[in-house]
């Protein structure tokens, strides 16, 4: 059996050996929590900063992603001659809200950045509908 620290298993408060503890038993909820904050979890503070580090860069690159792919399809449009109008207009919203949204995601504001970014890739898709070619 893996003990932590120097305890074990007939050290601890109650004695119960590491047995689930009934609702009878007597013990106070404070004192099952601090049974359970004194087990000690290494690795899961660094665990939870990378889980939350990773989802920070994974919607920085999609709103990024977002930004880049209006200015490109703004920049081919008007290549292919394709007279200015509205959809130049929801593309440069689009290409606003990425940015916005790459901002938010550096910040740790995920949430507000995937609603932003999701709301710029809508507004890139509506300037591609053929209602404004």
Do not use: K
């Not at 059996?1 to 050290?11: I, R, V, Y």
């Not at 938010?104 to 995937?114: F, K, P, Q, V, Y």
Request: hydrophobic share 45%.
């Amino acid at each position: 059996m893996t003990t932590h620290g120097d305890e074990t298993a007939a050290n601890r408060p109650g004695g119960t050996g590491g047995q689930p503890l009934s609702s009878g038993s007597g013990v106070s909820a404070d004192e099952l929590r601090a049974q359970f904050q004194e087990q000690g979890r290494p690795g899961l503070v660094e665990s939870r900063r990378r889980d939350v580090r990773q989802a920070r860069w994974t919607y920085a690159a999609l709103a990024g992603l977002v930004a880049v792919v209006c200015l490109v399809l703004i920049v081919v449009r008007l290549a292919q001659g394709d007279a200015a109008g509205v959809w130049v207009a929801t593309y440069a919203v689009g290409v606003a809200l990425g940015g916005w949204g790459f901002v938010l995601a550096r910040i740790g504001h995920t949430r507000w950045a995937m609603m932003v970014t999701c709301i710029g890739a809508a507004l890139a898709g509506l300037g591609d509908s053929p209602a404004f070619r």
